[in-house]
């Protein structure tokens, strides 16, 4: 055992420490804004093992660069750049969703509500369906990829324009995916019970009640609407046209030969998966730095009761004034110092011990030993990060995944959940007070730490692994199941079912109708010898 | 990101190569015969990384010795051991079915055959059972285990008597399996969908036909036959017996913390997995060693044409001599020279080129460069070497899940069947001419290898890793879902589904009521004013 050991690590040290030989040209397709903070940890991870990197940006990109000293990009010009690009639509967002539910909610506001969502969704992916266009009647464009020859293509699938430009290339695809078109990645390409699977937007547990499960049940048939009248008709029509009838968009993305789902199950359900699926949740994440003199010194100050984070993300800048009142005069009250990114109107309130910053190196401050606990909307970026460094959570989810994300979390008792549209003073220092004093949170985000910490590889030294494999083999075709080119009725054995169900029906009329034969034979029989 | 690499390939580093700190006590639950060859691999590798091995065996035992340096054993003696322990029941087994197969089986002479397997199948679990029996009731072994305090069992789950110790012991599990009382290891953890994962027993590929699903549906139901009717029920009795009708034999089988299984997907069907399962398909794989002198003086003398190694496994030392002829036959007319392990009646028409022993060191050979082809029964063992070292293989099937691993060889180019029951000189001339003469064979065989090779971390590593970080963490609880414990009705939601169409059907009578008697309203306001 020791030689195999020896030769398998020095085999894995050479291949993992050295610059890369293959020195592999890799094209990405990346999402703006959070997604691309991390897509773009993977980039330069490449980058450092010796691959060239191509981006694909769209001109009116916030946070992708065109220059970067680790990637080349290739910049499109759409005809009409959405507002979706700017980073006020998501404040705007914001607070429409906290006004519509801090008024209650009536169904008209609710589905009116639902209905604004969906038509930005829509909207998203018509864009990216321009962006499509863009490339592919780009002959220029087109030929240079073509003669770059790249080895793969690395997609953010939450919007799939690389998986048809992939296809046209004939190139193999990895994934960098929770989202994708409308649900979790999973549900595109592994098998994913509802009786025990929370369906993306459904903030339960993976032990559900039979009500919950019937939820469940309409949330799903809810999100197959959204993905096959919302989403994937944006696609569907430029694969038809591109590729001809007899390419179905659905079973392009799922044929991707690898997916790097941004999932650890320290922080998610356990639940079925495939082989060509590998988890590299909290890929981002890296040992803390030390603070600035000037942060260092405030942290220092807080002494033994040490100090608490709050963020918000980076689409959330800050929140209404009516509710950053309500928690600035529950900070002033706890002995703790209070680092606060905040961007927005300055709550006149402020306690002396709240320190509030445009930018805040979260990383490193969470990794400091005497932070205590972190304010967060529930992001994975940030939750990742707590895990990393073991800091027990205050979740405050806003949109999107994040109560799904915080729910998860309160389930492995490292965190407690305010609701944001019903936050006041009282009950937002209660819930810091009771992470704070309940030596529990923070107890279990240890243990979840070690659990997280406890790979055979960190899980960006995985994606990479993967990614390079692609490479190497030009796919990975054996990991992949074409189950999903099978009719749903013949994947699900309704067919199957049927036949037998219609056979055993046969011999049941058959064998009822000799039956009754005989019993009619033997009743006449009997008859004309009464007579 | 190179920070990132070097920090976690240090921990790696750290991790594998120095002595375990931990020293964990590890108590294995083995199977004998080919099953404990691969087990005491693991357990060297246990012992070499500084844990103490604890191994249960039974007094009649033909394989795993009382005696060695790398384990401590519990030999329990059973008060009757059965002729299952003797290894001419393999032998009077391969004759049988050959037997059968041979005289072309009519359907009462395979009802017989099968009625004989599916005998001894339950008289394997009553032995076990007994097994049990004698460990349970025996109170000072009982209490020596429990002072021992080991920290994890480690259990060949084929036949699961470790897994009710494990129970009563209140100590974690950790299955090194490929087969689980009746089926493949995944049939009871991980969703199988019958139309596309070929059930135990059916030599099929994962594309199958119509027919080939209904087929498959059948065998689904006959091995939940004999799972539930001829094996559990063994268990189901003791388990009540011992740990009282709350527990379920069937949910302790499925609460292993974690399943390594014995599978690669270079060599299996891709399917659905769980987070819970590793994959070390040919962990027991290592470099060749340097040939005796004699035998690397025979191998030399092949000159260009190099050599053919015929080995059929640890059960079956021989062939009936009516095919042994047949095969000496073919091997007299090719220019390679053969190596074959036989122990059986000489075949008195054997070539000068063929050379007969009884044992010989397999791994060696089949990483000897002038090896052309494998001729072997299909065992995965001797697959993982053969795809390990990149040699294509003649497969002459035999019996349990033989045919079904030399199907997937096939499937992949790198294997050409014979069936041992027709086997004639001229066809088995052709089989091995073929995998010979048809460079397909060799390269694809050889990409396998590339692809098999290819992994983050040799397989027996992963094992060990897996292993220890049970004993680290007393469990792997976060990877483990629980939903095996849901009704199955619950499981796959047909409750919900129940309970939905009902509420339709409830709507559509309301709705069909109330038009009637709307209908009916106003027919009866009208007639009035007709008449």
Redesign the interface.
Known sequence: ?????????LL??VC??SPNVLGGKILVFPIDGSHWINMD?MI??LH??GHEVTVVRTSTSWYIKEHAPHYRSITVTLPEAMNMEDQDFFATLLANILKTQREGGSFISTAKWYWQMLGALSDIHQQAGQLVVEIFENKTLMQKMRDTQFDVVLIDPGVPVGVLVAHELKLPTVFNVRWITSGEGHAVV??S????VPVAGHVVS??MT?GQ??HN?FKYVFNMFIDRVIVCPHYDRLVDRYFGPDVNFYHLLQGADIWLIRVD??FE????????IA?IGGFQC??SKPLSSELQEFVESSGEHGFILMSLGTLVKSLPVEITSEIAAAFAQIPQKVIWRHAGERPNNLGNNTLLLNWLPQNDLLGHPKIKAFVAHGGTNGIYESIYHGVPIVGMPLMFDQAENVLRLEMRGVAKMVDVTKVTRQNFLEAIQEVLDNPSYRNNMKRLS??HR?????P???A??WIE?VI??KGAA??????YK?PWY????V???C??LAVLLMLIIIVAGLMRFLCFRLCRRRKPKQE
């Open positions: 055992m020791g030689s195999i050991s020896g030769v398998s690590l894995l040290v993992l420490t940890v330069q991870g450092a093992r592994a098998p019970p509802i009786s025990y993976d032990k039979f499960r019937v049940t199950f320290v359900f356990p639940r079925p998966t495939m082989p060509n988890y890296k040992p070690a659990l406890d790979k055979p590889m960190h960006l030294d995985t990479l692994y494999f190497r083999h054996h990991l992949r199941t074409e189950s099978m013949a994947y699900h054995s067919d199957v079912i036949c037998l």
